[in-house]
């Protein structure tokens, strides 16, 4: 096997530009796949990253009704469902695939929330002491929520970044008393999300799906989210994976637990948001498009196919004489085959891996060029250059049986 090497690449080198020209199908077929492949773990990966964020595995596990989310805002409050107690959320806790759990209320687009004349238009938050944990929040000045503040159901009130520079046009907030629902609360600190991904918007269309629609968002301590709307109101919860990929498991579990034990009414059934669900849709639809691009690319690689076993055939014609003798010194089919088997492999292998540097550089290139995002696949790299040898051995079949099949003594007078 190894002289079979030795003899290929020799033969090889005695004809480089033939060779190569050869080898050419093959590398453009492996260059394109490679190319294609990287485009789309990139754009799986941004995807997942964008609806994700950079790695707090949080998804939200909401009060649903026929399929819709139960607007707490304007709807009745909803009967048969019971307020989730401490002693729930620790259980939560314990469920496979949770890390940590937070509860909480929102009201989005709030109407009754005023700084002096300003109305406040964006997300409005009753948390628990979990919440800024679990979501990734820290704390960029002024204080935090204290235990006493839920247990004294004290009028305090934090703020985000875009919250403090949108409301209060930059100044400073801490001592700043907002109105909600009349009732005065006091800012006491300014926080930001510190673990949020930024997402790659590069078209139109990547704008309207990712494009932060929020004015801004304000946290009051839930135990006093009662003095500004209702009692009894159900709530979210906020649940913390162990890891990226079992947000939709720990969701599941979280959203079947308290379907179990708080609901009692069928009207309403508590479900995770799946994000990965919805990353998944998203890659999907990007891979429909890409996979008819690496049928195209495959093309080459058939054109490149018969292009190995054209050349092949080449070959065992101006080496009839040498088979003939060859043959006549004893060996035997069998190694005839095996030594054009072995060239043939040998010239679409190196074609492959010279497809695979050419397509992770062609990779490289789009993505400084265009800023498209590419993720290198060893396994698609490995799996490019056991498919070209495979190509080299399949097409390179009928020359080798061709050649091993030849008579001696008509292949030494050949001519």
Not at 77 to 88: A, D, F, K, Q, R
Not at 184 to 196: A, D, H, I, L, R
Not at 257 to 274: E, G, H
Not at 355 to 370: D, E, F, N, R, Y
Request: glycine letters at 8%; a negative charge.
């Amino acid at each position: 096997m190894v002289e079979n090497i030795v003899l290929s690449f020799q033969g090889l080198w005695s004809h480089k530009f033939r060779s190569f020209l050869t080898m050419l199908g093959i590398i453009i077929g492996i260059s394109s796949i490679i190319t294609i492949v990287s485009t789309i773990k990139g754009t799986n990966e941004q995807i997942k990253e964008n609806l994700i964020g950079a790695g707090n595995n949080v998804v939200t596990v909401k009060l649903m009704q026929d399929g819709y989310e139960v607007d707490m805002q304007y709807a009745p409050l909803p009967e048969g469902v019971s307020v989730i107690t401490e002693e729930t959320r620790a259980a939560l806790d314990e469920l496979e695939s949770v890390e940590a759990t937070s509860l909480y209320h929102q009201r989005s687009w709030v109407e009754s929330v005023y700084y002096k004349n300003s109305a406040f238009n964006g997300e409005l938050y009753g948390i628990d002491e979990n919440y800024f944990s679990i979501n990734g929040y820290r704390l960029n000045y002024g204080r935090n929520f204290l235990e006493s503040d839920y247990e004294n159901f004290r009028k305090v009130v934090i703020v985000d970044m875009k919250t403090a520079t949108k409301l209060f046009e930059g100044k400073n907030p801490i001592g700043e008393v907002l109105e909600m629902n009349g009732e005065p609360f006091t800012v006491v600190g300014v926080v930001s999300q510190s673990n949020t991904a930024e997402p790659n918007i590069q078209t139109v269309e990547d704008y309207w799906m990712y494009m932060d629609t929020s004015a801004g968002a304000i946290f009051v301590p839930d135990s006093t989210w009662p003095i500004i709307y209702r009692y009894d109101e159900p709530q979210y919860v906020a649940v913390q994976a162990t890891s990226t990929d079992d947000m939709t498991a720990a969701g599941n579990n979280v959203a079947e637990s308290l379907n179990a034990t708080q609901i009692q009414n069928t009207m309403y059934a508590y479900k995770a948001n799946d994000i990965l669900e919805q990353a998944a849709h998203l890659q999907s639809l990007s891979e429909s498009t890409n996979t008819q691009l690496i049928w195209i690319a495959g093309i080459s690689l058939l054109v490149g196919g018969i292009g190995v076993m054209n050349i092949m055939l080449v070959s065992v014609t101006e080496r009839t004489k040498e088979i003939g003798l060859k043959m006549a010194l004893g060996a035997r089919q069998k190694v005839i085959l095996g030594q054009f088997l072995t060239e043939a492999a040998v010239l679409t292998s190196l074609g492959g891996f010279l497809g695979v540097i050419c397509g992770i550089g062609l990779a490289q290139m789009l993505s400084k060029v265009m800023g498209v995002p590419v993720v290198y696949s060893i396994p698609a790299c490995v799996i490019a250059v056991v498919f070209s040898m495979a190509i080299g051995i399949v097409f390179g079949l009928v020359p080798a049986v061709k050649a091993s099949k030849l008579n001696p003594i008509e292949a030494l007078r050949h001519e």
